[in-house]
């Protein structure tokens, strides 16, 4: 993984020390996180520090956000941008058991043909059901 503060850089944001923290985390992150769960995980900074962090890199197109499910808004970090627009718009999975999203990388949002005079920026795709750790656990 390049260097975090060479990716603030060349995405035209100042590397603070507080927007290096919340990028880290979601980076190294296995699935998309809540504002509660940086919290958690950084722990030096508050709620406000943290907010401000994520919507600099999200104006900067390295994150973007997702509403899990039950209504919490989590983050994950954008595999790319074209033109100032995400490119990885793919596919989300709420588990209604362990209420853990996943990401579907390798699914995309199906492109959606809008009326004229309407320019589409991102696209949020949502699949509720149970994931296969639950249905698991469900059969023994």
Known sequence: MEDIEKI???AGMKPTSNRVLVLRELINADSPLSLGDLE????T?????????????QEHHLIHAIED?????????????TDGRHDDMHVHFYCLKCRQTSCFEH????????PENYLADTAT????????????????
């Open 69 to 81: 499910g039950r209504g919490v808004t989590r983050y994950e970090v954008c595999n790319g941008t």
């Open 107 to 114: 699914i995309m949002v199906p492109r959606i043909d809008l």
């Open 125 to 140: 795709y949502l699949v509720k059901g149970i994931c296969p750790q639950c249905q698991k656990g469900a059969k023994r």
């Open 45 to 57: 900074l508050e709620k406000s520090s943290v907010l401000r962090a994520l919507a600099v890199c």
């Open 40 to 43: 958690a995980l950084i722990g």
């Open 8 to 10: 603030m850089t060349d």
